[in-house]
Nanobody, 115 residues
Framework: EVQLVESGGGLVQPGGSLRLSCAAS????????MSWVRQAPGKGLEWVST????????YYADSVKGRFTISRDNAKNTLTLQLNSLKTEDTAMYYC????????WGQGTQVTVSS
């Protein structure tokens, strides 16, 4: 059974930082590219970032480039998103998913950026 469990969200002031994690199980994590996707209140899904299986290919949405960092630890089956210099528009539910298939999703973790 494929499981993706996001964590690390919370309430933070503009300019602050958070580190999101996604714990993966039920599949060979190291063989899958992974993505972060978010959904802001009242808006649709927005792709945030993708990292290839070995970490050699990394891609970011323009809206987060230079502020967010995606990484993975294949030994721990963990995907991470470091969010720095947070803006109010980063407020969203953040999900991890298998990048090419988008077949499984976690429950999401809420990031709220507010003063």
């Amino acid at each position: 059974e494929v499981q993706l469990v996001e964590s690390g969200g919370g309430l933070v002031q503009p300019g602050g930082s958070l580190r999101l994690s996604c714990a993966a199980s039920g599949f060979t994590f190291k063989d899958y590219a992974m993505s972060w996707v978010r959904q802001a209140p009242g808006k649709g899904l927005e792709w945030v970032s993708t990292i290839y299986e070995g970490g050699t290919g990394i891609y970011y949405a323009d809206s987060v480039k230079g502020r967010f960092t995606i990484s993975r630890d294949n030994a721990k089956n963990t995907l991470t998103l470091q969010l720095n210099s947070l803006k109010t528009e980063d407020t969203a539910m953040y999900y991890c998913t298998r990048a090419r298939a988008f077949d499984y999703w976690g429950q999401g973790t809420q990031v709220t950026v507010s003063s």
